[in-house]
């Protein structure tokens, strides 16, 4: 696969983030000079954070692009860490989107499998992402929310149809000075944007690289 096409998503404010700092990550990355010297077709966007804006959003993008690798970034502004997601979990939780609306069905896919798992070498991310200095971790949860609901379209997507090859997501906390509400003392410190934009790119740098074994 010489030359990859490659969606990068982020996401918008939500209650408790008004300032959603994945979507400016997403944007950041997919324009980034290091990513655009390996040639990749790199297209950015940012979802809303609603649950209907999330799938009509993704299968459009899905369709119109016709992505070879999902990079999926989301904000987890409980830890200070960065966590590469393993799988995404059929279900809807029990809090409202961004309209104030949930579904009524409590599965994002009724009949659909549980889980579905990554479609990414995500040891090599946690790697790829420690190489800028930053705390990464694997997560076998990616939440009851909007995160993982896009993430479970795009691997159902995948599944049904096999493409995109590669699906990842990454959790991302807080950068430091914009963490809201009361501060927290943290025996790991939550890195700064521009650390969070490295990893990101090392992580994107290793999936465009996988996608061409």
Same mark, same amino acid.
């Given at each position: 696969?010489?030359?990859?096409?490659? +969606?990068?998503?982020?996401?918008?404010?939500?209650?408790?983030?008004?300032?959603?700092?994945?979507?400016?990550?997403?944007?950041?990355?997919?324009?980034?000079?290091?990513?655009?010297?390996?040639?990749?077709?790199?297209?950015?966007?940012?979802?809303?954070?609603?649950?209907?804006?999330?799938?009509?959003?993704?299968?459009?993008?899905?369709?119109?692009?016709?992505?070879?690798?999902?990079?999926?970034?989301?904000?987890?502004?409980?830890?200070?860490?960065?966590?590469?997601?393993?799988?995404?979990?059929?279900?809807?939780?029990?809090?409202?989107?961004?309209?104030?609306?949930?579904?009524?069905?409590?599965?994002?896919?009724?009949?659909?499998?549980?889980?579905?798992?990554?479609?990414?070498?995500?040891?090599?991310?946690?790697?790829?992402?420690?190489?800028?200095? *930053?705390?990464?971790?694997?997560?076998?949860?990616?939440?009851?929310?909007?995160?993982?609901?896009?993430?479970?379209?795009? +691997?159902?997507?995948?599944?049904?149809?096999?493409? =995109?090859?590669?699906?990842?997501?990454?959790?991302?906390?807080?950068?430091?000075?914009?963490?809201?509400?009361?501060?927290?003392?943290?025996?790991?410190?939550? =890195?700064?944007?521009?650390?969070?934009?490295?990893?990101?790119?090392? *992580?994107? +740098?290793?999936?465009?690289?996988?996608?061409?074994?």
């Amino acid at each position: 696969m010489p030359t990859p096409k490659v +969606l990068v998503a982020g996401f918008g404010p939500f209650p408790g983030a008004p300032r959603n700092p994945s979507g400016e990550l997403a944007r950041n990355i997919a324009h980034s000079k290091r990513a655009a010297r390996t040639g990749a077709k790199i297209v950015g966007i940012v979802i809303p954070t609603v649950y209907k804006e999330v799938f009509s959003t993704l299968s459009r993008a899905l369709k119109t692009e016709r992505p070879d690798i999902v990079l999926l970034f989301g904000l987890a502004g409980g830890t200070p860490w960065m966590q590469i997601e393993t799988r995404a979990a059929n279900i809807i939780g029990i809090h409202p989107d961004a309209a104030a609306e949930k579904p009524s069905d409590r599965s994002l896919i009724p009949g659909g499998m549980p889980f579905l798992n990554a479609r990414a070498p995500a040891q090599r991310l946690v790697a790829a992402a420690r190489k800028a200095s *930053v705390t990464a971790r694997l997560s076998a949860d990616a939440g009851r929310y909007i995160c993982n609901a896009a993430f479970f379209h795009a +691997l159902h997507s995948a599944q049904k149809t096999g493409a =995109p090859k590669l699906v990842a997501f990454v959790h991302i906390p807080s950068p430091r000075g914009r963490r809201p509400g009361k501060r927290r003392t943290r025996k790991i410190a939550p =890195p700064s944007f521009a650390a969070l934009q490295r990893a990101g790119e090392e *992580v994107l +740098l290793t999936l465009i690289a996988a996608a061409r074994d």
